[in-house]
């Protein structure tokens, strides 16, 4: 059985999303900090996070033995603009 660890930034760091984080622990508090890195199952490290604390949109996953992907995240909601500023605003 594989393996997955996640890092988070450390509370005395300044987070570049803290502002939407408070948004939403305004409206529910329901959201898990955005983590610095995480493990892969197959013990390979993703930064998941730029040298400026923003999201790393583009990931090659390498799945040991059989192929290489590359991910991409986005730190947008939605892909429609009216639906990001209802949600963080």
Do not use: W
């Not at 983590?35 to 040298?51: I, M, N, V, Y």
């Amino acid at each position: 059985m594989g393996h997955a660890q996640t890092k988070y930034l450390s509370p005395q760091t300044a987070d570049v999303y803290q502002d939407m984080y408070d948004h939403i622990e305004k409206l529910n508090g329901d959201y898990d900090p955005f983590p610095s890195e995480l493990e892969t199952f197959h013990g390979q490290t993703l930064r998941l996070r730029d040298d400026n604390g923003y999201l790393v949109k583009r990931h090659r996953v390498v799945n040991v033995g059989k192929d290489e992907n590359f991910y991409s995240i986005s730190d947008s909601y939605s892909n429609y603009s009216y639906i990001n500023l209802a949600m963080f605003c």
